[in-house]
């Protein structure tokens, strides 16, 4: 428990510190669905040919404004283009949480993106944190774009679940769910799981050349908001969806009880690791990865570019 604890303060002072780097513009478009006016922040890549496109999506409590903490300067540092769009804010009002203004939101940024630099249509990358991981998820299931990666980190994927674990808890985001969800004043699970990509149909054609990497700190929903079960739920659920026949490449039943009740989960010796953190758990079927590390409720942000497929050969 004290290194969770350590892991929890250390984020917490990270967070604090954290600046948005100069070199990013911002900009505006305007929703085809409902004229909402969306800011984005941007940085163009210099590099003469079309370079990737990074796609960031902001966390459950923040705006493109408000959030400071991003992988901008990661992607500067390999040239490649950004974009960190607003798609409806904090998720505490019905439009917000996954709705179909947030989807289509995201996929006009992407399109503005596409228009005004030089990408490489065969690499844009989406990755988000947190709320940004539930997104991440979210857009897996229904953009319209041909994503080539995605990278969700201590994502939600169910808020029917999410919402019974956050009154639990007594934090804010249960009462930000009802708004959220549109159910008025009393918890709706219908309503709340029409946002749940855990309960979408997977369109299986749509990203059969995408790859999706789910990570998850073992110690999250104990020092941190999510529960790893909504990482490793979501996992199974694209298994199941696919029809994946090796049961053995999906996380049973008795390995999830072991990480979630005693947040650690015997490991080869050595490790492998991510940014020196120990890899405790990892799944692999086709193009989908879950990864439990030694961590919380964050994103290894010198990590997350690097670890996306296509990009650079796993070592």
Not at 74 to 88: D, S
Not at 160 to 175: A, C, D, F, L, Q
Not at 224 to 229: A, L
Request: charged share 25%; proline share 4%.
């Amino acid at each position: 428990m004290k290194t969770s604890l350590l892991f929890s303060l250390f984020l917490v002072i990270n967070l604090a510190f954290a600046q948005r780097p100069d070199f990013l513009k911002k900009d505006s478009i305007q929703s085809s669905l409902d004229g909402n006016v969306q800011v984005f922040y941007f940085d163009k890549s210099t590099v003469t040919s079309p370079q990737p496109l990074v796609v960031e999506l902001h966390s459950w409590s923040n705006s493109a404004d408000s959030q400071k903490d991003m992988v901008a300067a990661q992607a500067h540092a390999k040239g490649w283009n950004y974009i960190f769009p607003n798609f409806r804010g904090v998720n505490n009002h019905p439009k917000a949480c996954c709705s179909e203004f947030v989807i289509a939101d995201i996929d006009e940024a992407i399109d503005w993106a596409l228009k005004n630099m030089k990408v490489d249509k065969k690499k844009i990358y989406i990755v988000g944190n947190s709320g940004g991981g539930y997104a991440t998820m979210s857009m897996y299931m229904k953009s319209r774009h041909n994503i080539a990666s995605f990278s969700a980190w201590s994502s939600i994927s169910d808020l029917s679940t999410w919402y019974v674990e956050s009154v639990e808890r007594k934090n804010r985001y249960g009462p930000e769910i009802v708004k959220c969800t549109g159910a008025g004043e009393v918890f709706d699970a219908e309503k709340a799981k029409e946002r749940s990509p855990f309960y979408w149909k997977t369109p299986l054609k749509k990203r059969k050349k995408s790859t999706l990497q789910i990570y998850a700190g073992i110690h999250d929903g104990y020092t941190g908001s999510v529960p790893i079960s909504h990482s490793i739920n979501f996992y199974n659920k694209l298994l199941t969806d696919a029809n994946e026949k090796d049961k053995a490449l999906y996380v049973s039943e008795a390995d999830a009880a072991t990480m979630l009740k005693t947040q650690t989960f015997p490991t080869q010796n050595p490790a492998k690791t991510i940014e020196n953190r120990a890899i405790l758990y990892q799944k692999t079927s086709k193009k989908i990865t879950l990864t439990i590390f030694e961590g919380t409720h964050e994103i290894l942000k010198n990590a997350a570019l690097d670890l996306i497929p296509n990009t650079h050969k796993h070592k």
